[in-house]
């Protein structure tokens, strides 16, 4: 059987990735890492610091001292730190969000990139444009913070959380061709809005990137 390690900053996740890796690799065993520090540390220090970035590595270290063959970072603020040690580990390290930016670069010239947190913004948006460069497309990037959403899921009030991602998405993010969420905490809010309330293709990282562990699991030999 082979093994998915899911890589979390916080514990909020792991339901919502049980319920989507039962459904979509129910053959393989998944484990669990989480740890906190990762992103509480990036949210103190206002960026991505190296200190994290060399904990990240380590504790992806650990994921395939566990068993894992393929591990998914589930926190797109530490997305560089991923690439790193993609390149450091010889079995699969995957980002969670890199799906998604090729599908929003794919569907159309002006992209708008959501997140509830800064630290997450700036990372998810350099995604986008790079993968756009490495397409040779041009794109225009519309960016949006929803102040006080991060703060409101957080504290276990998932209404006020969708509520101010929701207006987010029909007010700041109108025009675009394509919309993506920067967290994969904020797939959530999608649901609960009307269906038809958003005209355009709206992606979240949590099933693509699921979607992506499997076929990189299938292909393993």
Known sequence: M???ALLHTSPTLSPLFNELTARIIPGVRILHF????????????????????????DLVGSTFDAGADVTLVTCSSIGPAV?????LHD???LRVDRPMAEKAVAA????GVLATLSTTLAPTAALVRRVAEESGKD???????????FEAVMAGDGATHDRIVGEALTGKMAGMDAILFAQASMARALAALPEGAVP???????ELGVERARDVLASLI
């Open 83 to 87: 690439d790193m040690a993609a390149q």
């Open 91 to 93: 079995r699969p390290v």
């Open 108 to 111: 159309g010239t002006k992209v």
């Open 34 to 57: 989480v740890d906190e520090s990762l992103i509480k540390n990036t949210i103190a220090a206002g960026k991505l610091e190296k200190s994290t970035m060399r904990r990240l590595i």
């Open 2 to 4: 082979k093994t998915l």
């Open 139 to 149: 794109i225009e990037i519309v960016e949006h913070v929803c102040e006080g959403a």
């Open 200 to 206: 355009v293709p709206v992606f979240t990282s949590p």
